[in-house]
């Protein structure tokens, strides 16, 4: 870790494009300014070891949803039904047990 000294008014230069300087400072309290291009993301430790965990939360979701649409699909390339409410999927029944032709397709005008 690099420790530096600055005074009020004085400024720290990282790289060709971020600056720190000091704003102000009272008490135990020092005031900051950083000075970064729009690609630069700048977060407070707290925040950022916040977004941290809930980056870290989401993506163990992720990866037990994408291994059930995975389980889903390997079921359904098996041949398998599988239903996520383990019910039986409605399936459209038809009298003369083919579907019915679509107009205009080798069917004689009715």
């Known amino acids: 870790m690099l420790i530096l000294t600055r005074r009020l008014g004085e400024s720290i230069t990282i790289g060709d494009n971020i600056k720190i300087s000091v704003l102000g400072i009272h008490g135990r309290q020092v005031r900051i ?3 970064a291009p729009s690609d630069v993301v700048v977060h407070r430790e707290e925040i950022y070891v ?4 809930e980056n ?3 993506s163990k979701s992720i990866k037990g949803d ?3 649409v995975m ?3 390997k079921n ?3 041949g398998k039904e ?17 579907p019915p ?3 205009g397709r080798n069917s004689s005008p009715t």
């Open 56 to 58: 870290r939360r989401a």
């Open 66 to 68: 994408l291994f059930g």
């Open 82 to 98: 599988h239903d996520l409410d383990n019910k039986r999927s409605a399936k459209v029944e038809y009298k003369n047990k083919r």
């Open 71 to 73: 389980n889903l699909l």
């Open 76 to 78: 359904k390339l098996k």
């Open 50 to 53: 916040k977004i941290q965990e």
């Open 33 to 35: 300014g950083i000075e």
């Open 101 to 103: 032709r679509r107009p």
